[in-house]
């Protein structure tokens, strides 16, 4: 097999795959994840949402819930395999759409088991690497510690020749932010701004069509605030050194890239290091590949539901990076309402939603739509 190739061979083995269900994966966290408080403060920590629902022990406790929760996006960590792992060794990934889909709250406590399929493969043009790409979806359903089915999440990943993204050259016009101490006070004041409306339920009878969602800001992004979000299950998969580094490395030769000192590295390091991220890929600068934004997103849909609104379903794309240095702001403006008949629950108020996130330079760098489930007065 060619590394580094889209090639007929790489497909057709890719294609054998279609259906077979993964239960761990040299890249992720193996096995199930066990939603400790360490757990859930770790991850919320690292995405920087500080709702007392996750950090706050006696809030938890007095909540509609009776204990802490994790945050709905932890799910996006539970794939088996994906794009950035499975098949075409030496190609390239870009994660360029998600889908969630959650059935009840995930609560401190919960042991999620997640089994993860590839759902189709196809050859297709590609506009970033120039040339042929591959496109690879995914499907991974989450079941609890009582055989439950409590969450589903689905991915599109885009596959290219790492040689052609430099070739194509789409963004290097774009220059890495500069801020000036102005600048940053002004991010700091929207920081200020938030909103959560926590304990204080919103009624669904309360929300009005082409109504705002109160912001959330984010950044700007640093190698600091990367390595908090991308540390938070440890090391594994991708994050190892030394001896775990070279054995991966054997394991899959087509992996690493080498850096500028000579040495094997995974590339994963696009997302911290400007440097490698020019080398590998002709990119500005680090980006980062989407899971953040979908944690900024969902703080933004948890900060305006409050406590006990529920966040039943997620879309995104991404149409653009996020590089190192910009700062976010999430919006979302409510485009529908009606009542879902819930087996469980009963009838429930929903809500759907617009959600958007801009950049410090105007641009869209993640579209999608939400659907929230509110409590109703009536």
């Known amino acids: 097999?060619?590394?580094?190739?889209?090639?007929?061979?790489?497909?057709?083995?890719?294609?054998?795959?279609?259906?077979?269900?993964?239960?761990?994966?040299?890249?992720?966290?193996k096995g199930k994840l066990r939603a400790t408080n360490d757990v859930i403060r770790r991850f919320a920590m690292g995405v920087g949402d500080d709702n007392p629902l996750y950090l706050d022990r006696e809030y938890g406790e007095k909540s509609r819930h009776g204990t802490n929760l994790l945050p709905p996006s932890i799910i996006g960590f539970l794939e088996r395999s994906n794009g950035a792992s499975d098949g075409l060794p030496g190609c390239h990934t870009i994660w360029r759409e998600a889908a969630y889909e959650w059935y009840r709250p995930l609560r401190e406590g919960d042991v999620l088991d997640p089994s993860s399929y590839l759902r189709s493969v196809e050859l297709i043009p590609s506009k970033f690497g120039g040339g042929k790409a591959a496109r690879q979806d995914y499907e991974t359903m989450i079941h609890d510690q009582d055989g439950a089915y409590v969450a589903n999440y689905k991915t599109s990943w885009h596959r290219f020749e790492r040689d052609g993204a430099k070739k194509a050259s789409k963004y290097e016009a774009r220059e890495l932010p500069h801020y000036t101490p102005e600048d940053i006070k002004k991010i700091e004041a929207d920081y200020d701004r938030e909103i959560r409306r926590g304990a204080e339920p919103?009624?669904?009878?309360?929300?009005?069509?082409?109504?705002?969602?109160?912001?959330?800001?984010?950044?700007?992004?640093?190698?600091?605030?990367?390595?908090?979000?991308?540390s938070w299950s440890g090391a594994g998969g991708w994050f190892v050194g030394h001896k775990l580094a070279v054995k991966l490395f054997r394991e899959h030769p087509g992996l690493p890239f080498i850096n500028e000192q000579g040495i094997p590295e995974a590339p994963v390091a696009i997302h911290?290091?400007?440097?490698r991220s020019q080398k590998i890929l002709g990119l500005p600068g680090a980006y980062e590949a989407g899971y953040e934004r979908t944690s900024w997103i969902v703080h933004l849909l948890t900060n305006w539901m409050g406590d006990d609104g529920h966040l039943f379903s997620l879309t995104q794309k991404y149409p653009t990076f996020n590089l190192l240095g910009d700062t976010t702001w999430c919006h979302g403006t409510v485009t529908e309402k009606f009542v879902r008949d819930d087996e469980v629950d009963g009838k429930r108020g929903a809500v759907r939603c617009d959600i958007w996130t801009v950049n410090q330079r105007g641009d869209i760098t993640t579209t999608g739509e939400a659907v929230v489930l509110l409590p109703m007065r009536s």
Do not use: Y
Request: net charge positive; charged share 35%; proline share 3%.
């Open 1 to 29: 097999m060619e590394f580094g190739k889209i090639t007929e061979e790489g497909i057709e083995r890719l294609r054998k795959r279609i259906g077979v269900e993964r239960k761990s994966s040299n890249m992720h966290r």
């Open 202 to 230: 919103r009624f669904w009878e309360d929300v009005s069509v082409k109504d705002e969602l109160p912001f959330v800001v984010k950044g700007p992004t640093t190698q600091i605030s990367k390595f908090a979000f991308e």
């Open 272 to 275: 911290w290091s400007n440097e």
